[in-house]
């Protein structure tokens, strides 16, 4: 079956940087579109951004742009979250997701937490 694993959460001040990484297990990424959502305390889950399945487009929530980059290794079968310039507001939850149907993610990881704050 399809699994995805985050890591590479943890604390950091703010000004900081973090990279998550999602690995996927049980089917190729290659032509999956993966994405990046994040829930903070007593908020609804927010969509961070995704990537398309060869890597030529990549779209971002408002709150992240020009501070986030995803990116992805098909070869290693793993998606990256570069997270530069992080806000205590960034602290939540960040779950990586894979779909392989258009407008679809059926497939989520258990998610990993980033913590900011000074």
């Known amino acids: 079956q399809v699994q995805l694993v985050e890591s590479g959460g943890g604390s950091v001040q703010p000004g900081g940087s973090l990279r998550l990484s999602c690995e996927v297990s049980g089917r190729t990424i290659s032509t999956a579109a993966m ?62 997701a894979a779909g392989w149907n258009a407008g679809r993610y059926d497939y989520w990881g258990q998610g990993t937490q980033v913590t900011v704050s000074s």
């Open 35 to 96: 994405a990046w959502f994040r829930r903070a305390p007593a908020k609804e889950r927010e969509f961070v951004g995704r990537i398309s399945p060869y890597g030529g487009s990549t779209t971002y929530a408002e709150s992240v742009k020009d501070r986030f980059t995803i990116s992805r290794d098909n070869a290693k079968n793993t998606v990256y979250l570069q997270m530069n310039s992080l806000k205590p507001e960034d602290t939540a939850v960040y779950y990586c």
